[in-house]
């Protein structure tokens, strides 16, 4: 079955840095399209950013546009965001995503890890 | 950007009756529309997608239905277990963004 297990969340300084990484299974990782979705605590979804399947085109909400840094490895089936110059508005659960359709960046998510808090404090 | 606007903010109801959620754009996406399920402490769940497709594993007691700017989420008769928040969200061609709606808290009544 298909398995998404987030990594990597952690207290953190404003300013710093953080990679969480997802690992997946029960599927085959290359062939699909991969999100980072966010949820700060008490509030709704908000997506962060999107990888296509063999890692040739990324796209970013504007919120992390230029700070926020989305990979794959697809020999190890992980995910990654790498995180730089957090935010206090950052602070959230943050979930990876499977895309649904093959090959394409689709629109929608249909398998989801269970997430990993990043908090951004001094 | 395409905003998503979810009503009524909270759905209060009571097992065995019919819920109906509504998710409005604020330009057509067309049938691309998915909604999910989230309940408290756990990762949503796909429920329908193209608008009215259930997900694998879905009850045929959740249907979708809509096009263009307006969208609806039914559910037939509440179970127990129904009792969430529910999110509808799209996908703009470009640049690609997706959104998410700002949800529909189903509680029991």
């Known amino acids: 079955q298909v398995q998404l297990v987030e990594s990597g969340g952690a207290v953190v300084q404003p300013g710093r840095t953080l990679r969480l990484s997802c690992a997946a299974s029960?599927?085959?990782?290359?062939?699909?399209?991969m999100h980072w979705v966010r949820q700060a605590p008490g509030k709704g979804l908000e997506w962060v950013a999107v990888?296509?399947?063999?890692?040739?085109?990324?796209y970013y909400a504007d919120s992390v546009k230029g700070r926020f840094t989305i990979s794959r490895d697809n020999s190890k089936n992980t995910l990654y965001l790498q995180m730089n110059s957090l935010r206090a508005e950052d602070t959230a659960v943050y979930y990876c995503?499977?895309?649904?359709?093959?090959?394409?960046?689709?629109?929608?998510?249909?398998?989801w890890g269970q997430g990993t808090l990043v908090t951004v404090s001094s | 950007e395409i905003v998503l606007t979810q009503s009524p903010a909270t759905l209060s109801l009571s097992p065995g009756e019919r819920a109906t959620l509504s998710c409005r754009a604020s330009?057509?996406?067309?049938?691309?529309l998915a909604w999910y399920q989230q309940k408290p402490g756990q990762a949503p769940r796909l429920l329908i997608y193209?608008?009215?497709n259930r997900a694998t594993g879905i009850p045929a007691r959740f249907s979708g239905s809509g096009s263009g700017t307006d969208f609806t989420l039914t559910i037939s008769s509440l179970e127990p277990e129904d009792f969430a928040v529910y999110y509808c969200?799209?996908?703009?061609?470009?640049?690609?963004?997706?959104?998410f709606g700002q949800g529909t808290k189903v509680e029991i009544k």
């Open positions: 995503a499977k895309g649904v359709v093959p090959a394409t960046i689709g629109y929608c998510f249909d398998y």
């Open positions: 029960g599927f085959t990782f290359s062939n699909y399209g």
């Open positions: 969200q799209q996908r703009s061609n470009w640049p690609p963004e997706w959104t």
């Open positions: 193209d608008a009215s």
């Open positions: 990888i296509s399947f063999d890692g040739s085109d990324k």
């Open positions: 330009q057509s996406v067309s049938s691309s």
